[in-house]
């Protein structure tokens, strides 16, 4: 927590509660997070700059668009760079919500079967035909996982939850195959598809085949990134943790489990969506509403 690096700022939402930007009380500046509402909050800001600067910013206002709230609070981050622009800025994102179970799995698959098909469209029929181990079928394979996986947690959405799917997060590529936010807090979920093979789980190890995968550990911080951003952008903790779903191509998943992990939750296919609908009393549902609002935007991640 940066107390020394503490920012007071004015934060301006729609009428529906969804964050638009926010002004910097101390120094006045503006950041749009949604680009198609500049002018509305142009025009506000040009409206109560004197009341921003003195702390006493009303609770709301009607803007030409749409009714914009405005809220006074407190934010402690690092110091922005000192080349970091001192103007308007408009920060414009993509939203996640969008994104469709194992899309970018999905896309990797194709561009390495174009790859494959270019160098010779024959010798990758007979691969394909046999079920070679190639990158593309790895990439298919985990699509598959993610595909089926994903609709079953979609399912959650009767229920108070939201769920993103391959969320990118970092400048590497890297994605998040879902990720779950209701009331009982948010889930990194891990898709796992390893067809006709034994899945072996113990507290501090997983072997596939027999061979041991480092799935533990980067599932640990892989939800461990996920909270110190959830609260670096919210201002407050909430509850993350991370779940491993596994899949082995059989109606009864081949996975055997010695004992259940502390930080991560083990399930198979089956187990979704009801081991969600079962966590509850982690998050209210304006809480669940405030992180899905900032987990949709792409910004949030990279």
Not at 67 to 74: F, M
Not at 125 to 134: H, N, S, Y
Not at 258 to 284: H, N, Q, W, Y
């Amino acid at each position: 927590m940066w107390h020394k690096f503490g920012h007071d700022r004015t934060y301006l939402k729609s009428g529906s509660g969804i964050r638009l930007g926010w002004v910097d009380n101390a120094t006045g500046v503006l950041t749009v997070e949604m680009a198609e509402h500049r002018s509305d909050l142009e025009a506000w800001l040009a409206s109560h700059t004197e009341a921003v600067s003195s702390g006493t910013a009303p609770d709301s206002v009607e803007a030409p668009a749409e009714e914009v709230s405005a809220v006074r609070g407190v934010v402690f981050e690092p110091p922005a760079p000192v080349d970091a622009p001192t103007s308007v800025a408009s920060l414009d994102w993509t939203d996640l919500s969008g994104n469709r179970p194992g899309q970018a799995a999905r896309e990797q698959a194709e561009a390495h079967l174009e790859r494959m098909r270019s160098k010779s469209k024959f010798g990758t029929f007979l691969l394909r035909t046999f079920d070679a181990k190639t990158d593309e079928r790895a990439w298919r394979v985990g699509a598959k996982g993610e595909e089926s996986v994903g609709s079953r947690l979609n399912r959650l959405t009767e229920h108070g939850w939201h769920v993103l799917h391959a969320v990118p997060i970092g400048t590497k590529g890297s994605d998040i195959d879902h990720l779950l936010i209701g009331p009982g807090g948010v889930w990194t979920i891990n898709t796992k598809n390893h067809p006709g093979k034994k899945v072996w789980v113990a507290p501090h190890q997983v072997r596939v085949g027999g061979q041991v995968v480092p799935y533990l550990r980067n599932s640990t911080f892989e939800a461990d990134r996920v909270r110190k951003i959830l609260t670096k952008e919210l201002g407050w903790e909430p509850f993350v943790k991370a779940a491993l779903v596994f899949l082995t191509g059989t109606l009864i998943p081949d996975v055997t489990i010695k004992k259940m992990p502390e930080s991560v939750l083990i399930l198979d296919r089956m187990e979704i969506p009801g081991a969600f609908k079962r966590s509850t009393g982690r998050l209210t549902s304006t809480q669940v509403i405030e992180v899905f609002d900032v987990a949709r935007r792409s910004t949030t991640w990279q």
